[in-house]
């Protein structure tokens, strides 16, 4: 279900390093707006830059899509990055700690994982990849899922 | 929220000299290229004023992803290459919280509540006086 909190839908692009300032300002916004208290916005934010920065480095450029979501009484904000780049053949070794294709750290896959409620990567090699997280203000409404 | 939009790509930050330190106060939110050209600035203004200390104060910064936590340590790292010691003062609960849960324990990383504290830190250690070696 979708609600309509001003300020919160929205599509943003993802091709330079100043379209990751843009993709942290819109998701401190909306989550600001869906009550979201000061850790959880800080630890979205923080999600949403490792996997922006991912979209641009190594999907070669993408977008951004934020989306309100309700459950019962629970607020929550969808992100969903998209790009059309070489994909990820192991998900399984993108996401331990520490693996980097590049000269990164390695640690924000795992890393956005850790700081959202649900997570989510489809990745098909030579097509593109997507990840989608949502994290919810307050409380999660059902049991946190497992991270696979 | 007071974000400065006007940095651009290779925009810098102002690096302040007091007495053999520096200091660099970091606002708002940061371009990917003005967090490596800070780094570039503070290694040529160590060696050109031959301080031996630098103090990174990063209250006003509302996230610390793995690139700029990357950034900050190697800014450690190579000061310390150059006979100087960093402390990052002023770091936010909610920002040291998110750290934790990123897996980015920035080993290495003098830290300090404040500026005020950094400098104290930093008068501690001044070589001569009871110097302890990071690490
Ligand atoms: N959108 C993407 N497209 C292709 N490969 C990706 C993408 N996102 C992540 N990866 C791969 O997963 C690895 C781990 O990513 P991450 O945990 O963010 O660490 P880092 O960015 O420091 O390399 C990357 O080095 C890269 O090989
Ligand atoms: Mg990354």
């Known amino acids: 279900m979708s609600g309509t909190v001003a300020g919160v839908e929205a599509r943003l692009p993802i091709r330079s390093d100043l379209d990751l300032v843009w993709v942290r300002q819109h998701v401190r916004q909306a989550a600001a707006a869906l009550g979201f208290g000061l850790v959880d916005q800080t630890k979205l934010v923080t999600a949403a830059s490792e996997l922006a920065r991912n979209t641009l480095v190594y999907g070669g450029g993408g977008e951004m899509a934020a989306e309100h979501v309700c459950d019962g009484r629970a607020q929550g904000l969808r992100l969903t990055f998209r790009d059309q780049g070489p994909g990820i053949a192991d998900p399984e070794r993108a996401l331990s700690d520490g693996y980097t294709s590049g000269g990164g750290l390695g640690l924000g896959l795992g890393g956005a994982r850790r700081l959202v409620h649900e997570f989510s990567l489809d990745s098909t090699p030579g097509v593109g990849t997507t990840v989608a997280v949502t994290s919810w203000a307050a409380r999660p409404p059902r049991q946190r899922e497992e991270p696979r | ?135």
């Open chain 2, 1 to 135: 929220m007071n974000h400065d939009l006007s940095l651009s790509g290779t925009a810098h930050v102002p690096v302040l000299r007091l007495g053999d330190v520096l200091l660099i106060t970091l606002q708002g939110d940061l371009h990917d290229g003005t967090a490596e050209q800070l780094q570039q600035d503070i290694a040529e203004q160590i060696v050109r004023n031959r301080v031996t200390g630098v103090v990174i104060d990063i209250s006003g910064v509302e996230i610390v992803d793995s690139f700029l936590g990357r950034v900050l340590a190697e800014i450690a790292a190579s000061s310390r290459l150059l006979a100087a010691r960093t402390v990052v003062a002023g770091m936010r609960p909610a920002v040291a919280i998110t750290l934790v849960e990123l897996g980015l324990s920035l080993p290495g990383l003098r830290t300090a509540l404040n500026t005020e504290a950094a400098l104290e830190l930093l008068a501690m250690t001044t070589p001569g006086g009871p110097r302890r070696e990071p690490r």
